[in-house]
Nanobody
Framework: VQLQAFGGGLVQPGGSLTLSCAASGLSVSTMGWFRQAPGKEREFVAD????????YYSESVKGRFTISRDNAKNTVNLQMNTLKFEDTAVYYC???????????WGQGTQVTVSS
């Protein structure tokens, strides 16, 4: 499985940005996003079950970020609103086959929130 993520960039505080990730190869059960800020550990952001659409969010992004799926394209999107300085990080797309583990990791895409 190959994960291709795109959509990162520079945005001002309070702005919005959308990340997308396409999975090619095998079908996956769950897709999501992690992020890693400079000097910090990698942390979970959000994920979504590709079959039934259940989604989960970290407390730090709940209410601001929305994860959605496009099963026809095997793609997941992360709509990020009301961005804060602390959202600055490298965002990683992940995918799992339903075993409870994240089996696949994509390359990171940089999101920078700066004025």
């Amino acid at each position: 499985v190959q994960l291709q993520a795109f959509g990162g960039g520079l945005v001002q505080p309070g702005g919005s940005l959308t990340l997308s990730c396409a999975a090619s190869g095998l079908s996956v059960s769950t897709m999501g996003w992690f992020r890693q800020a400079p000097g910090k550990e990698r942390e979970f952001v959000a994920d979504i079950n590709m079959n039934v659409g259940y989604s989960y969010y970290s407390e730090s992004v709940k209410g601001r970020f929305t994860i959605s799926r496009d099963n026809a394209k095997n793609t997941v999107n992360l709509q990020m609103n009301t961005l804060k300085f602390e959202d600055t990080a490298v965002y990683y797309c992940v995918a799992g086959r339903g075993t409870g583990a994240w089996d696949y990791w994509g390359q990171g895409t940089q999101v920078t929130v700066s004025s």
